[in-house]
Nanobody, 115 residues
Framework: QVQLVESGGGSVQPGGSLRLSCAAS????????MNWYRQAPGKEREYAAR???????NYADSVKGRFTISRDNAKNTVYLQLNSLRPEDTAVYYC?????????WGQGTQVTVST
């Protein structure tokens, strides 16, 4: 079965950086576009970034220029590098794959940005 396990979250000061990882299993990882979403307290889950099978990337305007998504097909892992973090980036970050008509999600990893 599909499993997505996020890690790498934590607490940082504004301007800091974190690198999130999502280890995937149960499906042919290299054949699927992978996504990162986030959900801030009291808000709906929102799209953050996407990486296609060929390495093409796309970002939400709110993170463009600060976040970088990448993937390592040999390790079945997708990453999200978070730079220049702001308090409004505080959220639970989720890895996502859409496969065979279903959306799959990990358990999420908490990112907190505060002084």
């Amino acid at each position: 079965q599909v499993q997505l396990v996020e890690s790498g979250g934590g607490s940082v000061q504004p301007g800091g950086s974190l690198r999130l990882s999502c280890a995937a299993s149960g499906f042919p990882f290299r054949m699927y576009t992978m996504n990162w979403y986030r959900q801030a307290p009291g808000k709906e889950r929102e799209y953050a970034a996407r990486i296609t099978t060929s390495g093409g990337t796309n970002y939400a305007d709110s993170v463009k220029g600060r976040f970088t998504i990448s993937r390592d097909n040999a390790k079945n892992t997708v990453y999200l590098q978070l730079n220049s973090l702001r308090p409004e980036d505080t959220a639970v970050y989720y890895c996502n794959v859409y496969r065979s008509g279903d959306n799959y999600w990990g358990q999420g990893t908490q990112v907190t940005v505060s002084t």
